[in-house]
């Protein structure tokens, strides 16, 4: 099968396709997707196999916060089937303004993928941590002066000398 | 809208397999209990309007070149060097 999409004409095989029993919130009626991941790229598309001009951007919050972390509730291990931690591949929808640099990504809906079962879902955190709009730029910048100042203390706790 | 009015430890049915418990009262606020399929997301209102309104302005209005998306990344990052 084939897609016109917004980001190019892609082929979709039957396996690819991804199940969502609950749709995307905000678009229940849409239940198949296909998780479009390029090489050359940190951006992946999730796009609805069932309307063209469906198409989400996708990244791995670990992009913009190192330590994102995801609890699945008793209900959503059982509804994506997901027997291991490493099953679940966490992925948050980016929102693209006229203006590209002030690109913000969701952290409070994930999507989790079980890519061996092919089942997905947008979940939803509670708490105050994260929301529906981190900027993209500025996350990303914190997030690298965090992994810096990070593995300078683990230099310093090793012992290591700075200058090697 | 219909409207029933319920204690502390009752509940009401939507069909056959959603209950709605009050939990407890304290002033004006309800606390509930909600027992539904795996397959019904249940949340605060406010949040889930959110969360709607978010994956609507989400969803790509135009064609987009993802080479144009990593390239402002990229140029974003040089930035840091001089922060950190």
């Known amino acids: 099968m084939e897609l016109k999409t917004k980001f190019g004409t892609i082929a979709v095989q039957e396996e690819q396709i991804i199940h969502f029993p609950r749709g995307i919130l905000g678009f229940a009626d849409y239940h198949r997707y296909v998780l479009v991941e390029r090489e050359d790229s940190v951006f992946s598309f999730l796009q609805s196999v069932d309307e063209p001009g469906l198409s989400f951007v996708v990244i791995m919050p670990e992009l913009v916060r190192a330590d994102y972390a995801v609890e699945l509730s ?5 509804l994506l089937q997901i027997s291991a931690p490493e099953d679940g ?33 947008q ?3 509670t708490g105050d941590k994260y929301h529906t709009k981190h900027n993209v730029i500025a996350e990303m910048h914190k997030n690298a002066y965090l992994l810096q100042q990070q593995s300078r203390a683990q230099q310093s706790a090793e012992g290591v000398p700075e200058s090697v | 809208m219909l409207v029933l009015t319920r204690k502390v430890d009752q509940s009401i049915m939507i069909g056959d397999n959603i209950r709605i418990v009050v939990v407890d009262v304290r002033g004006d606020q309800v606390k509930l209990g909600i027992e539904a399929p795996r397959h019904i997301m ?13 994956n609507r302005r989400a969803v790509l ?18 930035k840091l060097k001089s922060d950190a």
Not at chain 1, 74 to 78: A, F, G, L, Y
Not at chain 1, 89 to 107: C, Q, R, S, Y
Not at chain 2, 61 to 73: H, N, P, R, S, W
């Open chain 1, 123 to 125: 979940l939803i955190i």
């Open chain 2, 42 to 54: 249940v949340h605060r209102h406010e949040v889930y309007e959110e969360i709607q309104a978010e």
């Open chain 2, 61 to 78: 209005k135009k064609e987009i070149d993802v080479g144009a998306l990593d390239k402002v990344l990229r140029e974003a990052r040089p």
């Open chain 1, 74 to 78: 008793e209900e959503e291990i059982e």
């Open chain 1, 89 to 121: 591949k966490v992925f948050a929808i980016v929102t693209i303004p006229e203006d590209v640099a002030e690109m913000t990504v969701n952290l409070q809906a994930p999507v989790v993928i079980n890519a061996k079962e092919r089942l997905g879902a």
